[in-house]
Nanobody, 116 residues
């Protein structure tokens, strides 16, 4: 049972990336899925969440209007589309799957660097 993030990389300010969070061994659609990030010298910050069931989405103020979280049920994946990236978005991005009374699952993280 694991989560694996991918899609990070180096991008110029104003550019876009799409992060993927792939689950194996369990059905991601049954879980809330959250994206966190941790920038250099900073604490972990919640970025976005998509809730199970109604797929209600939540965004931090710092990314609202630029990032979009979505599910692909057929691929057992969750995506984080990141547009208009800024240097302050530079961080390691992690996905987490959680559900009440179930263990949490974390991915290993993917590095996003926004720099010219």
């Amino acid at each position: 049972l694991q989560l694996v993030e991918s899609g990070g990389g180096l991008v110029q300010p104003g550019g876009s990336l799409r992060l993927s969070c792939a689950a194996s061994g369990f059905t991601l659609d049954d879980y809330n899925v959250r994206w966190f990030r941790q920038g250099p010298g900073k604490g972990r910050e919640g970025v976005s969440c998509i809730m199970t069931g109604e797929d209600y989405t939540i965004y931090s103020d710092s990314v609202k209007g630029r990032f979009t979280i979505s599910r692909d049920t057929s691929k057992n994946m969750v995506y984080l589309q990141m547009n208009d990236l800024k240097p302050e978005d530079t961080a390691v991005y992690y996905c987490k799957a959680d559900l009440r009374n179930k263990p949490d699952y974390w991915g290993q993280g993917t590095q996003v660097t926004v720099s010219s």
